[in-house]
């Protein structure tokens, strides 16, 4: 899989849109890319994946640069329970393989 | 049930001890993951089962650990003389296909 860098932390005030972003300049053409989220004290939840088109749904949005060596999700507007660390992830789509976790960015919602 | 549960929730045991660990995953998932997530730390990955297939032992850290599963259900987690070291959440996941549902982990304390 794929490499992703993502920034370590941001802050958000509430009702903003929260913009994370993801670097991962080495992604293949059949990998998607993948976003989870981690909050405190819980197992991964998983937000939102594409391929190349712009995805959206009751989470977030996920925008994906059109050379696709780059990726923004998108909480549109924040609540204090979007506290979380959000993984970035690219793999292989149709693929039950494990998940590679990096570090994530720890996203504080802030009133 | 709706997700993948776990059990015990939390678990203390001694150095030396053995214990058990247990994942219900989602029915009719065909792939089961087991991570483990230190304090302050992202997920390891530590096995694999997809159906009948031999797992994907790859990420056990030594042979003290290791896994079952019987068919598509349950799947328990097994460390044998345990060590401090081995104190951290033991997250389980299923799959049916690409998106992995995570439970809410088990917090292993080896004193």
């Known amino acids: 899989d794929a490499k992703t860098t993502q920034p370590t932390s941001m802050d958000c005030a509430e009702g903003r849109a929260a913009n994370l972003p993801c670097n991962h300049s080495t992604i293949s053409g059949n990998e998607y890319v993948y976003w989870y989220r981690q909050i405190h004290s819980q197992g991964p939840q998983y937000i939102i994946h594409?391929?190349?088109n712009n995805e959206t749904n009751e989470m977030a949005s996920l925008i994906i640069t059109e050379d696709r060596k780059s990726s923004t999700l998108i909480l549109p507007h924040a609540t204090l329970r979007d506290t979380a660390v959000y993984y970035c992830?690219?793999?292989?789509?149709?693929?039950?393989?494990?998940?590679?976790f990096g570090t994530g960015t720890r996203l504080q919602v802030f009133p | 049930g709706a997700g993948v549960s776990q059990s015990p929730s939390n678990k203390v045991t001694e150095k030396g001890k053995d214990v058990e660990l247990r994942c219900d995953p989602i029915s009719g998932h065909t792939a089961l993951y087991w991570y483990r997530q230190r304090l302050g730390q992202g997920l390891e990955f530590l096995i694999y089962f997809q159906g009948n297939s031999a797992p994907d032992k790859s990420g056990l850290p030594s042979d003290r650990f290791s896994a079952e599963r019987t068919g598509e259900s349950v799947s328990t987690l097994t460390i044998q003389r345990t060590q401090q070291e081995d104190s951290a959440v033991y997250l389980c996941?299923?799959?049916?296909?690409?998106?992995?549902?995570f439970g809410p982990g088990t917090r292993l304390t080896v004193l």
């Open positions: 992830i690219v793999r292989a789509v149709y693929n039950t393989d494990k998940l590679i």
């Open positions: 996941a299923s799959s049916g296909h690409s998106i992995q549902f």
């Open positions: 594409g391929l190349k």
